[in-house]
């Protein structure tokens, strides 16, 4: 039996008197190990991609939050241009 008819053979119902050929307990079990194996493997795969989106987040916050808080610097420092503006004219306006 080939990995792929393994495979296929295990997922199937077996009744008495089926037309297939009845597999063996050995084949049965071979196909069911490689298809653990292979949902094992894609779920690796998946936590591989969610820990690479969970980083990739994470920049992103840290870069939006850097942004953000050179931003309110730079507001900052335009009030106190205008403060000091201000107090030079005599606060007018």
Not at 7 to 14: H, I, L
Not at 53 to 70: L, P
Request: charged share 30%.
């Amino acid at each position: 039996m080939s990995e792929q008819n393994a495979r296929t053979a295990s997922k199937r119902e077996w009744t008495v008197g089926s037309f297939y050929e009845a597999p063996t307990l050995a084949g049965i079990n071979t196909g069911s190990f490689q298809r653990i194996a292979d949902a094992c493997e894609l779920m690796a795969k998946k936590h591989a991609t969610l820990i690479e989106d969970k980083e990739m987040y994470e920049r992103w916050y840290r870069e939006g939050r850097d942004a953000n808080a050179k931003l309110q610097r730079r507001v900052a420092a335009y009030k106190g241009v205008i403060t000091r503006l201000k107090a030079r004219n005599g606060g007018s306006r």
